[in-house]
């Protein structure tokens, strides 16, 4: 081999070794981004369920809130009759 060859070698591989080094550094950064997007996606699903039980809690409360009022109304009515 010449020394043209050798130079063309010896760069070609210097290369190769460097895109192989910054491959394996992506694959490990896509790796732990995967991983931190897969946390972030577990609590905004514990999120939302929480946020679901407490929408379902106040329409529960809202629904006796609003039976008592008009228990209350309609008593108050009758009272009011009696006077």
Do not use: C, P, Y
């Amino acid at each position: 081999m010449n020394t043209a060859e050798q130079i063309l070698v010896v760069t070609l591989a210097t290369a190769l070794a460097i895109l192989l080094v910054m491959a394996i550094a992506t694959l490990a950064a896509v790796m732990k981004l995967v991983k931190t997007l897969q946390a972030v996606a577990t609590k905004a699903e514990s999120f939302a369920d929480s946020a679901e039980a407490v929408g379902a809690m106040v329409r529960r409360t809202v629904g006796k809130l609003s039976l008592a009022h008009f228990v209350k109304s309609v008593v108050d009515l009758v009272h009011s009759k009696e006077k």
